[in-house]
C-alpha cells in the first residue's frame, strides 16, 4: 500500500475506488531500465579518439586488420619493428578473458605492408554485447584499414573435413542475426556505413581464388576447403541436435565469433577474407565417445600445431595484396 492508501491487483496499483495510482504509475516509469541500443556504445568520436591513440602512438597507418583466433596469435609474431599496445592501455578498449587471446594490438609491417593485428578478440559469451566485440574493426577503419582477415578456430560439421584442415570462408549463417542479435542494432550513423547494408559477396572472391593458389604453391590444397561458418553464442559446444541441425542449413563448420565482425567490416566497406582452422570434429551422433567432445585444450593444441601453415597462408596471401597497393 502506497502512503494514499492504494491497494495492489493484478500487478496494478488502485486507490480504493478502483482507479490506476497516479504516484506509483509515475515511479513505475522512472523505474524502467532502457538498454543502450547497441550502435551507440560506441559513438564515432569514441572510435576515432582511440584510432587517433594507435596511429600516433605507432606512427602507422596500417592497410590490412588481422584478428587472430584462438590459439592462432603467433599470427601477430610475423610483424616486424612491431608495437605493441595493451589492450588495458588502450582508452575505452576492453580487455581478452580467453586462454588463447593474450590481450594485445600488434602494429608494424608484414611483407611491406602496413599491417594491425589483434592478438585477442571479444566473444559475446564474455559478455560483451555484439557492437562490442567488433568495435576494434571499426577503430581499424579508422585508422586506415581497407582488408579485414578474420581468422577463427572452428568445430568441422562438413563430415569430409578433417581435424587441422583449413576452411576459407566463403559465406556465413548469422545464428545471432536470426535471434534478432546484431552489432549494427540501433541508430545508424551514415559515417560508418548505410542503414541497411547488404552481405552478398561478404567474402571477397578475388582474395578466395588467390588463397587457393597459395593453398597449392604451399602443396596443402587437399586439406583446405570453401565453406561456410556459423557463429553460435557459446560457451557452450553446440549439441548433436543443433550440430545436425547446423548441417541441415548448409554450414560446415561452427565456432563462437567471427561473423559479427565480418557484418561491422562490411557495414563500413572494408575487403574481407576469413578462414577456420578446424580444431575438432564435431560429433553428430549420439553413440560419440567421451573424449570426442569438443574441449578449448584441443582447439588450443591443434592451433598450435597447425600456426605455422596459416602464419605461411597469411604472409603469402598479404604478399599478394602488396602486389596490388
Ligand atoms: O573463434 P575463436 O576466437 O578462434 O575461438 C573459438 O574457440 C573457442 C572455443 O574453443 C571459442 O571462443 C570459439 O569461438
Known amino acids: 500500500m502506497c502512503s494514499r492508501d492504494c491497494c495492489s ?6 486507490t ?6 497516479e504516484r506509483r504509475a509515475e515511479k513505475q516509469e522512472t523505474d524502467i531500465i532502457v538498454p543502450t541500443p547497441q550502435s551507440l556504445l560506441y559513438p564515432y ?16 597507418r596500417p592497410k590490412i586488420g588481422i584478428i587472430c583466433g584462438s590459439g592462432l596469435g603467433s ?21 581478452s578473458t580467453v586462454e588463447g587471446h593474450a590481450g594485445k594490438l600488434v602494429v608494424g609491417c608484414l611483407e611491406g605492408v602496413n599491417v594491425m593485428a589483434m592478438q585477442g578478440r571479444f566473444h559475446y559469451y564474455e559478455g560483451y554485447p555484439l557492437a562490442k566485440c567488433s568495435m576494434p574493426v571499426r577503430v581499424m577503419k579508422l585508422c586506415g584499414v581497407e582488408y579485414l582477415f578474420a ?38 550513423d551514415p559515417r560508418f556505413g548505410p542503414r541497411f547494408p547488404a552481405l552478398v559477396n561478404s567474402y571477397n572472391k578475388d582474395l578466395i581464388n588467390k588463397a587457393i593458389d597459395i593453398s597449392k604453391a604451399m602443396g596443402i590444397e587437399s586439406s583446405v576447403h570453401v565453406g561456410v561458418y556459423s557463429c553460435l553464442g557459446g560457451p557452450t559446444y553446440e549439441t548433436i541436435a543443433e550440430l545436425r541441425a547446423l548441417r541441415m542449413m548448409g ?16 557495414h563500413c566497406d ?26 578449448h585444450d584441443e582447439v588450443m593444441a591443434v ?11 597469411v604472409s603469402r596471401l598479404v604478399a599478394e595484396i602488396q602486389k596490388s597497393l
Open 303 to 313: 592451433a598450435k600445431n597447425k600456426q605455422k601453415a596459416c602464419c605461411e597462408m
Open 16 to 21: 480504493k475506488d478502483g482507479n490506476p495510482c
Open 45 to 60: 568520436e569514441m572510435i576515432q579518439e582511440i584510432a587517433d591513440f594507435l596511429v600516433k602512438g605507432s606512427g602507422i
Open 151 to 188: 581468422t577463427n578456430a572452428a568445430g568441422g560439421i562438413n563430415p569430409k573435413y578433417a581435424v587441422g584442415d583449413i576452411m576459407l570462408m566463403h559465406d556465413h549463417v548469422n545464428m545471432l542475426g536470426f535471434a534478432g542479435n546484431s552489432p549494427l542494432q540501433g541508430p545508424n
Open 75 to 95: 599470427l601477430a609474431d610475423l610483424i616486424q619493428n612491431p608495437k605493441v599496445f595493451e589492450y588495458s592501455k588502450i582508452p575505452n578498449f576492453p580487455v
Open 270 to 295: 572494408m575487403k574481407v577474407f576469413a578462414f577456420s582452422l578446424i580444431t575438432n570434429k564435431c560429433a553428430t551422433e549420439y553413440s560419440e565417445k567421451k573424449d570426442e567432445e569438443a574441449n
Open 9 to 14: 491487483k493484478g500487478g496494478v496499483s488502485r
Open 251 to 266: 554450414v560446415d563448420a561452427v565456432g563462437m565469433s567471427t561473423v559479427h565482425e565480418v557484418i561491422t567490416a562490411r
